[in-house]
Structure formats: structure tokens, C-alpha cells
């Protein structure tokens, strides 16, 4: 098929993928060539479909550059006479009233923003009894393990409850694995780590100390770097409430996989407006259950049954 087309110039064809583009902003390249070909018969170059996506995004969402000058705040740092943007924090008033009543059990992790830069968005995520989760804090800095992310964790921590740092089983699992390239042992350090009897738990890291005997580094230094109540469920005295993975913060990420090719104060104003349709439902269901006469929490409610 041609490649040149006299009437199906860069806006004509932006006209056409608007509505994909607003509806699934990650659509791929190759998604939307397909369709200007089932549409025209005639087949779009990558580089002009890529392009012509690049002017609907901008056209829905805005500037990427000018989206950084839409967040108020000292959130950059002044370079050359020029103020760079280096981190935002943010949160809001109903999450951190609700945090009050959710246990004291926060999960933190990160996601990347793509798109014309690439940042961290950080996320940090809390459950009521009830099992609803919610999202109490968010930030965008360079990376995961910058000073930032140790100020978010160190914010959450300016509490009069003790907190601790405990660890996911899934990325220990991910790094023992890296290190042994075993998938047998790997399988058995997440198997230690779900045990909640003590004796069990020893009886298994004894088996795998010795099946691992000559291995560099030893079993005992590699599991040196932690505490066991960091990361096995009988030493952890409760305070996991179950969790060993981060599987709550993790689907807080999954709900926003389409915002994060987005200029950064759409990012921001898509989780206000999540929160804003979150919040309502979740209180109008706690007070149906008050105005029931509910005392306990579901699951307490169901095993009195």
C-alpha cells in the first residue's frame, strides 16, 4: 500500500485516534496503524503514527513540559536560574483521618512513570479491618531508593504507634534466587517464610542449610542481612496481620498503569479524582454497617456465627 496520502495529513489522522488515544492512553503504536488501515486502506509509517499519538496526547492531557509548572509548591530546586523539579509529596485530608482507624501495617512500593521523563511514583498504602485498602501518601522522585523515599517512610513513622520495617517474601524470594539461581531453593525459602510454627521454620532452614552446604555465600550469611521477624511469620509477633507480599499497594499500581504515560499533573489530578470517588463509597458502606447495629468487623461477625 502507498505510504503517501493526499487528504490524510498528521491532523486529519490525530481527528481519527483522539478517541482511542483518550480512552487507552498506553494504546500501542502498531494498534492504531492497524486501524487507520482498516479505516483508509491505507497503511500510516510507524514514525508519522507515533507522532500523530504524540499530538493527541498533548491535545488531551497537555504539555509535558508546562505540566510541571502546574504543581504549586516548592517541589524543585533553583539550578542555573532555573527551578528544576526534583520530588513531590502529597496526601490528603480524608486518607490521613482514615489511617486513625486501619491497622498499623503500611506497604510501600514503586512504580515508573513513562513517557517523555521518567520519575518514581511512590505509593503507600494501608487496610482497615475490614480488609478495604487505602491509600494514604504518594510521591514522585528520581528513583526508589533515593533519600526521598527514606523521608515518605520516615514521615509514616512520626507516629506514637512502634513501628518496624518487615519485608516482602515475594522480592526475598526474587534476590535469593538472583544470588543461587535455584528453583527449588527458592520455592522452600518462601515455604520457611509462610510457616507460623517456630520449630517447623528451624526444622526446614536446617534441610535447606545442609542440601545448600558449599554454596558461596553460605545460607546463614545471605539470611544474615535480617532479622527473621522480618521476614518469616512465626517470629513476626502479629505485627504482618497476614501480609506477606505487597500485594495491597501492588493493585493500588494497577489501578493507575494507565496514568503513568501521562504528563505528571494529570498523574496527579487522576488519583485525586480516584480518591474522590473512593471515599464517599467507603464511608456510605461504614455507615450502613453502624446504622445496622454492626459492632465487630465482618470477619468477627462471620466466625461468630
Same mark, same amino acid.
Given at each position: 500500500?502507498s ?8 491532523k486529519?489522522?490525530c481527528?481519527?485516534i483522539?478517541?482511542?488515544?483518550k480512552?487507552?492512553p ?8 492497524a486501524?487507520?488501515q482498516?479505516?483508509f ?6 514514525r508519522?503514527?507515533w507522532l ?14 508546562e505540566s510541571y509548572?502546574?504543581?504549586?509548591g ?6 542555573l536560574?532555573r527551578r528544576?523539579?526534583?520530588r ?6 480524608p486518607c ?5 482507624h486501619c ?7 514503586g512504580?515508573w512513570l513513562y *513517557?517523555?521523563?521518567?520519575? &518514581? ?5 494501608a487496610q482497615? /479491618?475490614?480488609g478495604?485498602?487505602?491509600? #494514604? %501518601?504518594f510521591?514522585i522522585m528520581?528513583?526508589?531508593?533515593s533519600k526521598?523515599?527514606? *523521608?515518605?517512610v520516615?514521615? &509514616?513513622?512520626?507516629?506514637?504507634v512502634?513501628?518496624? /520495617? ?5 522480592? #526475598? %524470594?526474587?534476590?535469593f534466587?538472583n544470588?543461587y539461581?535455584n ?6 525459602i ?5 510457616k ?6 528451624r526444622h ?9 552446604a558449599?554454596s558461596?555465600?553460605?545460607?546463614r550469611?545471605?539470611l544474615?542481612s535480617?532479622?527473621?521477624?522480618q521476614?518469616?511469620q512465626c517470629f513476626?509477633?502479629?505485627y504482618r496481620?497476614?501480609q506477606?507480599t ?5 493493585a493500588?499500581?494497577s489501578i493507575?498503569r494507565?496514568?503513568?504515560h501521562?504528563p505528571?499533573?494529570v ?7 480516584r480518591?474522590t ?11 450502613k454497617?453502624l446504622?445496622?447495629g454492626h459492632?465487630y468487623?465482618?470477619k468477627?461477625?462471620?466466625a461468630?456465627?
Amino acid at each position: 500500500m502507498s505510504q503517501d496520502h493526499q487528504k490524510l495529513d498528521a491532523k486529519s489522522i490525530c481527528n481519527c485516534i483522539m478517541p482511542l488515544v483518550k480512552e487507552n492512553p498506553i494504546i500501542p503504536v502498531s494498534t492504531l496503524i492497524a486501524d487507520m488501515q482498516a479505516q483508509f486502506q491505507y497503511r500510516v509509517s510507524y514514525r508519522k503514527a507515533w507522532l500523530v499519538k504524540q499530538m493527541a496526547m498533548q491535545q488531551l492531557y497537555g504539555d509535558w513540559d508546562e505540566s510541571y509548572n502546574e504543581l504549586q509548591g516548592p517541589n524543585g530546586q533553583l539550578e542555573l536560574g532555573r527551578r528544576v523539579f526534583r520530588r513531590l509529596f502529597w496526601t490528603f485530608d480524608p486518607c490521613v483521618k482514615a489511617f486513625s482507624h486501619c491497622k498499623p501495617l503500611v506497604q510501600v512500593d514503586g512504580t515508573w512513570l513513562y *513517557g517523555k521523563y521518567t520519575q &518514581i511514583l511512590l505509593i503507600a498504602v494501608a487496610q482497615d /479491618s475490614n480488609g478495604n485498602v487505602l491509600p #494514604i %501518601a504518594f510521591a514522585i522522585m528520581e528513583s526508589e531508593n533515593s533519600k526521598s523515599s527514606k *523521608g515518605l517512610v520516615a514521615a &509514616i513513622r512520626q507516629s506514637e504507634v512502634p513501628w518496624r /520495617s518487615i519485608y516482602c517474601i515475594r522480592h #526475598i %524470594a526474587a534476590n535469593f534466587h538472583n544470588q543461587y539461581k535455584n528453583k527449588d531453593w527458592r520455592k522452600r525459602i518462601v515455604n520457611m517464610g509462610y510457616k507460623l510454627e517456630a520449630h517447623r521454620f528451624r526444622h526446614k532452614l536446617a534441610r535447606l542449610e545442609t542440601d545448600m552446604a558449599g554454596s558461596n555465600p553460605p545460607l546463614r550469611q545471605w539470611l544474615g542481612s535480617m532479622e527473621p521477624w522480618q521476614w518469616a511469620q512465626c517470629f513476626d509477633e502479629g505485627y504482618r496481620y497476614g501480609q506477606m507480599t505487597t500485594n495491597l499497594v501492588e493493585a493500588i499500581n494497577s489501578i493507575l498503569r494507565h496514568t503513568r504515560h501521562l504528563p505528571i499533573s494529570v498523574v496527579f489530578s487522576a488519583i485525586f479524582s480516584r480518591l474522590t470517588t473512593l471515599m464517599p463509597k467507603m464511608g456510605l458502606k461504614q455507615v450502613k454497617q453502624l446504622e445496622a447495629g454492626h459492632v465487630y468487623v465482618e470477619k468477627i461477625r462471620d466466625a461468630m456465627k
